[in-house]
């Protein structure tokens, strides 16, 4: 079956552009989860969807960023007025549920962005 | 602030050998994950622990934990060049935020052939 797709899988983009990025998790998956990953670094928590659920938006780096999710399916990731320090690995994943014994995610091959 | 943290940061062993890493963390947990990185195949999740098990097993793979010490390992036995990529430590958490899996910054480790 298919896995979690990204698009695109690299985007350059000028200092000040919005860029937004998508996410398809594996069907039926009711969890969906954003991270960044710097180079060399591990993964940043940004958001995560739990079915209908309003998100927490907490872990979100600054207002610049947002995201949303149709259902259980495609998410988007927006940035908007893109900075260098944006510049990193997007991941998305996708889990059966989110905190329980069925946690394991799924992820997707990442959107490298560089802010020029 | 992170909530995994791994050691060692870098490990470089010969194939046959054994490779053990450890991860720390800060706060109660639902389940502790261990994930693999290489740029081959991306990040791929190799085993899963829940806060009320002490070991598990997987193949070459051996994961405990223990939750008085804030603490995990992974051990991967008989290693093989292949072994070689980053591997991580994720907890799943439910805070004052909300649901996070926080992620540690990593072992790399080094399979020479």
């Known amino acids: 079956g298919a896995g979690v797709s990204q698009s695109p899988s690299n985007k350059v983009t000028e200092k000040g552009k919005d860029v937004e990025l998508r996410c398809d998790p594996i069907s039926g998956h009711t969890a969906l989860y954003w991270y960044r990953q710097r180079l060399g670094q591990g993964l940043e928590f940004l958001i995560y969807f739990q079915g209908n659920s309003a998100p927490d938006k907490s872990g979100l780096p600054s207002d610049r960023f947002s995201a949303e999710r149709t259902g259980e399916s495609v998410s988007t990731l927006t940035i908007q007025r893109t900075q260098q320090e944006d510049s990193a690995v997007y991941l998305c994943a996708s889990s059966l549920s989110a905190g329980g014994p069925y946690n394991e995610q799924f992820f997707g091959p990442g959107t490298r962005l560089t802010v020029l | 602030s992170q909530q995994g943290e791994e050691d060692p940061q870098a490990l470089s062993i010969q194939e046959g050998e054994n490779a053990t890493m450890n991860c720390s963390y800060k706060t109660s947990i639902n389940n502790l994950q261990w994930y693999r990185q290489n740029s081959g195949r991306g990040l791929v999740h190799l085993i899963l622990?829940?806060?009320?098990?002490r070991e598990k097993h997987s193949g070459r793979l051996r994961v405990t934990l223990d939750t008085s010490k804030k603490s995990s390992s992974l051990l991967i036995t008989a290693s093989r060049a292949a072994d070689t990529a980053s591997y991580f430590c994720a907890t799943d958490a439910v805070g004052t935020g909300g649901f996070k899996t926080i992620f540690g910054a990593g072992t790399r480790l080094f399979v020479k052939a």
């Open positions: 622990i829940r806060s009320n098990e």
